[in-house]
């Protein structure tokens, strides 16, 4: 089954093209701000590199978050506009475990950081498992500090990946035993995604299109500056 892969919840969008075979083609854009000018065009670039059509596809994937509220909204719009017009399934998969699945090769504790914005971070924790990775707390939204605090009381061998670990890189120095992953690490794959969603494709881990859910972990900004100003008058 051919699946395609799209990714859109950190300042990076993307999507790939794979099936048993592993990817078949990926594209990825680092313009902030730019994901829907991106995402059509790269679709079709890893269609083309890929020597397929997109009547092919078995599936289509997205990453449901948590992550930058427009930028979601954009792959996951695409994503099922895609997935209405061929009849396709569709997986979701959160973006925390697309950035620890690259990292699945360690035995530190995987702590994943993505950039929130306005101070804050989306977190987990996963620890390697045979064939893979496993998380083992689920996401919240925190700051730099609180996860600092976190961290401490655990007191063992950990690596930190996402921009939002590059991001608070000095914060993160007062923990012991703590490595920093490299700027390969620091955003959500598509290429993960293409890989995490074959293996539940081929377990039938199916979504309609209309039950896809979003994780956005909190409100989006525009509704928390509404409040603030609502508060404040």
Same mark, same amino acid.
């Given at each position: 089954?051919?699946?395609?892969? !799209? ?12 099936? &048993? ?13 730019? &994901? ?6 790269? !679709? ?7 020597? !397929? ?7 289509? *994937? ?10 979601? +909204? ?6 099922? /506009?895609?997935? #209405? ?30 950039? *929130? ?27 730099? *500090? ?8 655990? $007191?063992?061998? @950990?690596?930190?990946?996402? $921009?939002?670990?590059?991001? #608070?890189?000095? /914060? ?5 035993? @703590? ?6 690490? *620091? &955003? ?9 969603? &074959?293996? +539940?494709? @081929? ?12 994780? #956005? ?5 525009? $509704? !928390? ?9």
């Amino acid at each position: 089954m051919l699946i395609l892969g !799209i990714e859109s919840a950190s300042s990076q969008v993307g999507c790939a093209v794979g099936g &048993h075979e592993g990817v078949l083609a990926s594209a990825h854009s680092g313009r902030g701000g730019l &994901h829907a000018e991106n995402l059509a065009p790269q !679709i079709e670039f890893v269609r083309r590199q890929a020597g !397929i059509e997109l009547g092919d596809l078995g599936a289509v *994937a997205v990453d449901v978050g948590p992550g930058l509220f427009t930028g979601l +909204r954009v792959g996951i719009a695409t994503a099922l /506009a895609v997935a #209405y017009a061929l009849g396709l399934p569709m997986i979701g998969v959160s973006s925390l475990d697309l950035l620890a699945f690259p990292a699945r090769w360690t035995g530190r504790l995987v702590v994943t950081a993505l950039d *929130a914005r306005r101070g804050e971070l989306f977190t987990a924790l996963f620890r390697q498992v045979p064939g893979g990775i496993q998380r083992v707390r689920d996401a919240n939204v925190c700051t730099s *500090a609180e996860l600092v605090a976190e961290l401490q009381a655990l $007191d063992e061998p @950990m690596l930190l990946v996402g $921009d939002g670990a590059l991001r #608070y890189a000095g /914060a993160f120095q007062a923990i012991g035993r @703590m490595e920093l992953a490299e700027q390969g690490l *620091a &955003h959500p794959s598509a290429r993960a995604l293409v890989q995490l969603a &074959h293996a +539940r494709a @081929m377990r039938e881990e199916f979504v309609r299109p209309w039950d896809l859910e979003p994780v #956005y972990l909190r409100k989006p900004d525009v $509704d !928390i500056n509404w409040s603030t100003r609502q508060g404040g008058s």
